[in-house]
């Protein structure tokens, strides 16, 4: 009997997708991977994501050969009816990694779904945990169980170095005076004709009025191939790790990229799996590479976080999307959706967003403590803040930014997922970075021509909110601290004055 034909997604393109082994698809499977031109349309993109993305599936095709079957199309449904045979047996694929994509497989007899791959806890683990924490999910607990369940970083059955979180050692802010830290450089791809393949082909998409993009393309900075991907791996837990810790929350006008590893977008695509990952990080560990802060910290991101917001997308249900706890509505404004980072005045949001612009990422105190705390308190809707981050970064998928941005970013969930709003004033930013010396704006002042937008909107966010966030304990001190600003009525007329201009 013929072996079944294997359905590849463009985030499936690692050689665990195609392991037989734990209920894979069969050995030596015939593959069709589906290039489908409405996904490009539904959304406005990228480019740089856009590009990556193709460039990948196109690269694993080429790595496959005559094994598979590389079908360009309108849509899947149409790929799919290019592929011979008939009946529920002929076709398999790995649990898809959003809803819209699981509905779809579901729905076609032909398709037999398989488990999904790619991350560390089975669906049905972790629903047990869940089952047994009725009372509240929280990360950190998931967490100390996944590393309990998974051997990472324990000794003897407690945590190594007798502490399971490093956070407090994580949290330096960058070297004063340093225009960026003194770390070897990420490891950087060399383009070849499959990318300019792809280049020419959404130039002409463009061009031709098919699609539309935000962002600028080019040069590739992220890896599209498994060789490139355990590349990068390797020159970051080889050269970049032992100092990723310490200044994991920092960030520095003129190094966008620290010593973050740069690995989001290789696992998101399936390229990299989550264990090797962690477990190299281990490894260096052990070997004395690396210090226990920097290894812990990056295994909190992988183990912990990602491993974390891949689980509540499923478990929280569909609803979870419109979840918007705080009554947020506004729109997002213009200069934001088209990446226009030179109509803003404020340092750091113009830098990052400039960032965003040019790479397609920034890492995650940009994203959390400038880009979603700007949307906070300027009220925007939860939804339309959701569907950016997910156009908008190379790493975005809909699983990785529903819970990220719902419920951490956004608090649009009320509690759910974290036990406070994420926002600051300015001074948080000026301590963390160095955005704020050759701003327009004073971090220390809140009314007048030199207000820091994020200080104003920080108070004015928390008046606007003030019953709901009064009985919450991580909050009620600040609440108590509006009481105490005798300018507080100029701050909320120049809050509301600012309205959705460009801070």
């Known amino acids: 009997m013929a072996p079944r034909t294997h359905w590849l997604f463009g985030d499936q393109l690692g050689p665990h997708f195609l392991d037989p082994r734990h209920d894979g698809p069969d050995r030596d499977a015939p593959v069709v991977m589906i290039e489908a031109r409405s996904v490009l349309r539904r959304r406005r993109f990228h480019r740089a994501k856009a590009h990556l993305v193709l460039s990948a599936m196109r690269h694993r095709a080429a790595e496959l050969g005559d094994r598979v079957r590389y079908v360009r199309a309108e849509t899947y449904t149409q790929g799919l009816a290019e592929v011979p045979g008939r009946g529920r047996d002929r076709l398999t694929v790995c649990h898809p990694t959003s809803r819209a994509a699981l ?81 070897a450089r990420p490891w950087s791809p060399e383009e070849d004709e499959i990318d300019a393949e792809v280049r020419r082909d959404l130039d002409r998409w463009e061009s031709d009025g098919d699609v539309s993009f935000v962002g600028r393309d080019g040069p590739r900075r992220f890896p599209v191939t498994r060789r490139e991907a355990l590349a990068a791996l390797r020159h970051f837990t080889g050269h970049r790790l032992r100092d990723f810790g310490r200044y994991e929350d920092a960030m520095l006008a003129a190094d966008p990229v620290m010593s973050h590893s740069l690995l989001s977008s290789s696992l998101n695509l399936g390229l990299l799996d989550p264990a090797e990952c962690v477990e190299r990080a281990e490894s260096a560990w052990r070997a004395g590479d690396a210090p226990l802060n920097s290894v812990e910290g990056f295994v909190r991101q992988i183990a912990g976080w990602r491993e ?89 998928y809909d699983w990785v930014m529903l819970p990220n941005v719902v419920g951490m970013s956004q608090y649009a969930d009320g509690g759910m997922m974290t036990t406070k709003p994420y926002t600051s004033g300015g001074a948080y930013i000026h301590r963390m970075s160095d955005l704020c010396g050759p701003c327009a704006y004073r971090p220390t002042d809140r009314v007048g021509e030199r207000a820091c937008p994020y200080s104003t909107g920080y108070w004015a966010f928390l008046h606007r909110h003030r019953a709901e966030l009064a009985g919450n304990h991580r909050m009620a001190r600040a609440v108590q601290g509006l009481d105490r600003l005798k300018d507080l009525p100029e701050l909320l007329k120049q809050a509301d004055a600012r309205g959705g201009q460009a801070p």
């Open 103 to 183: 509905a779809l497989v579901t729905s076609l007899e032909r398709v037999q779904v398989l488990p999904a791959k790619g991350f560390l806890v089975p669906h049905a683990d972790f629903a047990r945990w869940a089952e047994g924490h009725a009372g509240g999910l929280r990360m950190e607990g998931f967490y100390r169980w996944v590393r309990t369940q998974h051997d990472l970083l324990m000794d003897a059955g407690e945590p190594a170095g007798g502490r399971w979180n490093l956070d407090h050692d994580n949290r330096e802010p960058p070297p004063r005076g340093a225009a960026a830290l003194d770390v």
């Open 308 to 396: 974390y917001v891949w689980q509540l997308y499923w478990h929280f249900g569909e609803e979870y999307r419109g979840r918007n706890a705080l009554g947020h509505r506004e729109p997002l404004p213009g200069w934001f959706l088209d990446l226009d980072a030179d109509a803003v005045t404020a340092n750091c949001l113009s830098t990052v967003l400039a960032q965003v612009r040019d790479t397609g990422w920034t890492h995650h105190i940009p994203r959390l403590m400038v880009l979603g705390s700007r949307a906070l308190q300027d009220g925007w809707d939860p939804a339309a803040v959701t569907d950016w981050f997910h156009r908008c970064f190379v790493d975005g």
